[in-house]
């Protein structure tokens, strides 16, 4: 039969055709967006399970015991940084009851935990108070749970008020020995000892200034200054 006595036939086969094009070139493009998401996402096995039965039971199928697909698989690799603000909010909420006692400050590489001196150790003394080992236990518990993606630094600082005494000749062996004691904490709570750096920066470091500019004590800013911060950074972090 001379198509060009029937146009309307060579058009409505042409439009049939059409279709089939059009949802090939859907189906690509949604295949290239779940291969995008998948490779900048931690994937949940258990929710991975889930949605594979899930769609495996729509499409009447039968579901397939798979291991969920991994960045290892697609030669990439998620950086732990990328976590490091849920760290954050997870410690808000444990903390959110003691939130004078401890200051959780986003830098650009880590997550400073601030402990106030004052709460967590009495005046030249490097043992932990009652409440500073109830604060510790909320501390430890998110850390502990992220412990592999993560490297710990424990910082000791004082204010400018020297130290002279039996057990800490300076403020560098009492920052050293404060800072010490949260480690020791961290790790009685569960997180590996090969992953914690202690420093004692003694009252190199101050926040605030500790004297005014005529150079009198300003008692406020000492007391801020006496603290232990705990660095949460990730591995691959190299400074």
């Not at 006692?101 to 108070?129: N, Q």
């Not at 569960?190 to 009252?203: E, I, S, T, Y």
Request: net charge neutral; hydrophobic share 40%.
């Amino acid at each position: 039969m001379n198509n060009d006595l029937f146009p309307f036939k060579k058009k409505q086969h042409d439009e049939d055709e059409g279709w089939a094009l059009t949802l090939a070139d859907m189906m690509t493009l949604l295949l290239c967006f779940f291969v995008l998401i998948l490779a900048i996402s931690e994937v949940d096995k258990h929710k991975y399970s889930t949605v594979a039965q899930s769609l495996s039971d729509a499409m009447g199928g039968k579901a397939e015991q798979q291991a969920p697909p991994t960045a290892s698989s697609l030669t990439m690799s998620v950086a732990p940084a990328r976590n490091l603000f849920e760290v954050q909010l997870e410690l808000a909420r444990e903390l959110k009851l003691d939130s004078d006692t401890v200051r959780l400050t986003m830098r650009p590489d880590a997550v400073a935990i601030e402990l106030k001196g004052a709460v967590f150790f009495l005046s030249g003394s490097a043992e932990l108070t009652p409440r500073a080992l109830s604060v510790m236990r909320k501390i430890a518990a998110p850390l502990v749970q992220n412990a592999g993606e993560y490297d710990y630094i424990v910082e000791g600082h004082t204010d400018d008020v020297p130290m002279h005494s039996a057990r800490f000749p300076s403020n560098w062996e009492l920052s050293s020995a404060r800072a010490s004691a949260v480690a020791r904490r961290l790790i009685d709570d569960g997180l590996p000892k090969n992953k914690v750096k202690v420093m004692g920066l003694a009252d190199t470091r101050p926040v605030v200034p500790n004297l005014t500019s005529s150079g009198e004590p300003i008692p406020e800013n000492r007391s801020r200054n006496r603290r232990v911060v705990i660095l949460v950074k990730p591995v691959n972090d190299n400074s």
